[in-house]
Structures are given as structure tokens and as C-alpha cells.
């Protein structure tokens, strides 16, 4: 493998080190434990978490009063790995407090700590990071708050590179947030995910690609049928898979932006994708109410893998 931040360590380190005293992952409430028995499988969650607008008090629906329910569907959701988006730092925080069986690692979007993070966090039991870092969607990605496009605001993505249960396969997870909107913004999705790609291309060798397994979440903000899929899914080096498509659950109402309505749409904005030595044996999205109230204005979606 390719040096990703200039020091990253080789495939082969990884693989020579397993993870120890590995706990089971913590059932949800109807979704099983998360594929959790067994080394090399876990479950990994997507959760745009919302923004805390002042929009959202005429419907009660500021974060103050999402939180706790929040918290309690990652915990709930038996996920050993979750990516959020729209994190603002205060809401990080506010998760870590409550989340404390959770590691949780990615840079605001403007640098430091201003914007969102599109975190990514961890079961620290179940999940040993190797190496971690970010970079942004624009022409100069390892620049810190960069925005070369006009975009509205900077986009970025986290990644980690991680070991699961034993496994001997290294795990990249890549964690973003693409604009909305059509127009100038659907070419904005589309050159962000040439960024992913190839990054994601530019770091793994040819030799190491039937070695390293790729996941990459986020809110797309587009149907899968749209360029950034295509962008990432026909890679020459590692296409990557759409989770939905290889699981095929049995969801009439795939669509996952509920508004906080509950509403039942066809269109999936929210992805896993995956790549490399894994295999998707369940996906599907978390569609109930926790304590009476939507947790977001997504529903969270999962995936169940098992790294080869």
C-alpha cells in the first residue's frame, strides 16, 4: 500500500497485528447484534445526525432535544463503525459524553475544529485504528478548510484504516458530505467523488487491492443512479459496490430523507459502497421513531460485513 499521509504503514504490518479481547457488539433493538460473532464482520452505520437550526424549534426538533435519542440509536444500532454527517463540533462533543464505548475522530470542514466533521467513530473494544486523517473535495485536498470550486461551503472527507475482529484484512472507511441541489452543484457531487476515487486509487497499490477492503459512506444528496456512483463504482484499480444493490433487502420504500415525518420515499441518498476482500451479507435503514421522535431527518442506514 501507498504512503496516504506520507507515513502510512504497510499492508503487511497491518495484517501481522490482530485485535484482543474483542467484545460482541451491542444489540439493537430489532436489527440483531451486527453481524458481531466471528472475526472479520461488523456492522457500519450512516447517520447525517442534522444541523442544529433554530428553523427546528417550531417543530421541536433542535438538537438539545434530539440528542438523547441520537445517542441512543448509534448505541442501539449494534454498530462497531459510525459515520455521521452534519456534526457540528458541539454535537461531537455531546455524542462522545454519551457514547463513551465510542472513539470518534475527523476535522471541522473549515480546519480545526469549525464546521462539519463528518466524523467518523468507532467501538474502541471491537475496532483498533491504525491510521486516520482527512482531506477535502477540491483541488488542493490536503489543505486544511480548501474550497477551489466556489462551492457554497468546503467539503471534505475522514478516513480511517482499521483492523475488525481479528481480521486479517486492513479496513479503509471514508466518510463525506456532497452538496444538495441540482445545477453547478450536481458537477460539484461529481468532482467530489473523483477526489475520493482517487485518493482512494493513488494509495493502494495494484498488488495490495484483493488485500485492503474499502468502505465509503456518506449523504450524497443524489440517487445512485447519478455520476458519483458511477464515479466511484467504475474505478479501473477498486470499483466499489452498492451495498443496497448486494445485500437486495426487501424494502419497498428504499428512500432515506424522512424529513422527520416518517416519510416513505424511493429515493436513496444516503450510500454504502464497498470494495476489495468484503462481502455485504444484510443491509437496511433504521425507519422507527426512538422515545416517541425522529431521531434526524435521514434515517440511518446500515450494512452488515464480513472482511475475507
Known amino acids: 500500500m501507498k504512503n496516504l499521509q506520507r507515513t502510512w504503514p504497510l499492508v503487511a504490518m497491518l495484517v501481522a497485528v490482530g485485535l484482543t479481547n474483542v467484545s460482541e457488539a451491542q444489540a439493537g433493538p430489532r ?20 444541523f442544529d437550526f433554530e428553523s427546528d424549534a417550531a417543530e421541536n426538533n433542535r438538537w438539545a432535544q434530539r440528542v438523547d435519542v ?56 471491537d475496532v483498533r485504528v491504525k491510521e486516520s486523517g482527512n482531506f477535502w473535495l477540491s483541488d488542493t485536498p490536503q489543505v486544511e478548510g480548501s474550497n477551489t470550486w466556489g462551492d457554497r461551503y468546503p467539503r471534505k472527507a475522514t478516513w480511517i484504516l482499521c483492523e475488525v475482529k481479528k481480521s486479517k484484512s486492513p479496513l479503509l472507511v471514508i466518510n463525506t458530505h456532497l452538496p444538495e441541489g441540482g445545477g453547478r452543484n450536481a458537477d460539484l457531487r461529481a468532482r467530489g467523488t473523483r477526489v475520493i476515487r482517487e485518493f482512494i486509487d493513488a494509495h493502494i497499490d495494484e498488488k495490495d487491492k484483493d488485500k485492503v477492503a474499502v468502505i465509503v459512506t456518506g449523504d450524497f444528496n443524489c440517487t445512485p443512479d447519478e455520476e458519483p456512483r458511477t464515479a466511484l ?51 437496511d435503514k433504521i425507519d422507527e421513531q426512538v422515545d416517541g421522535r425522529w431521531p434526524s431527518d435521514h434515517y440511518p442506514i446500515f450494512a452488515d460485513f464480513e472482511l475475507r
Request: charged share 25%; net charge positive.
Open 70 to 125: 441520537v445517542a441512543k440509536t448509534i448505541s442501539g444500532s449494534g454498530a462497531l463503525i459510525a459515520c455521521l454527517q452534519e456534526d457540528k463540533e458541539e454535537q461531537v462533543q455531546d455524542l462522545r459524553e454519551k457514547l463513551p464505548a465510542f472513539e470518534f475522530f475527523g476535522k471541522g470542514r473549515n480546519g480545526g475544529n469549525s464546521g462539519e466533521h463528518c466524523a467518523i467513530a468507532w467501538k474502541k473494544e
Open 233 to 283: 463504482a467504475q474505478s479501473q484499480k477498486l470499483p466499489l459496490r452498492d451495498a443496497f444493490l448486494e445485500a437486495r433487502p426487501s424494502d419497498g420504500n428504499p428512500g432515506t430523507f424522512n424529513g422527520f415525518r416518517g416519510m416513505k420515499t424511493q429515493d436513496r441518498i444516503d450510500w454504502i459502497l464497498v470494495g476489495g476482500p468484503v462481502r455485504v451479507a444484510k443491509y
Open 31 to 50: 436489527n440483531g447484534n451486527g453481524g458481531g460473532a466471528g472475526k472479520g464482520k461488523g456492522r457500519i452505520l450512516s447517520f447525517n445526525i442534522r
